[in-house]
């Protein structure tokens, strides 16, 4: 059930993120909001999801998934460019959070 949790925690920051830039500096009511309740429920979920699973891999995987999601929101969705060096990068988050992930379980 943990990973449940840190699924949806995941999904939470990313909707958060995903409206960051709709709240126009936090001048509009609605995406500030729903950037609110989206992240106050990210660190909930998280916070029940590190009852079972280390801080460490929870919070690598949290992280590390959520960026990779972001980048592709931000290039399907919010007109952001998608480089090489963007995918590069996200291969490199990733690979960081697998071997985290193998660390841990040991």
Do not use: H, Q
């Amino acid at each position: 059930m943990a990973y449940v949790f840190l699924l949806a925690a995941i999904s939470a920051e990313v909707i958060g993120t995903s409206l960051l830039k709709a709240t126009d500096g936090f001048t509009r009511l609605w995406p500030t909001l729903g950037l609110a309740v989206a992240y106050l429920s990210a660190f909930g979920l998280l916070a029940l999801a590190v009852r079972e699973i280390p801080v460490g891999v929870a919070y690598a995987v949290w992280s590390g998934l959520g960026t990779a999601a972001i980048v592709a929101i931000g290039a399907a969705f919010l007109d952001e460019p998608l480089s090489v060096t963007k995918v590069i990068g996200v291969g490199l988050v990733i690979a960081g959070v697998v071997v985290l992930n193998l660390g841990g379980a040991n």
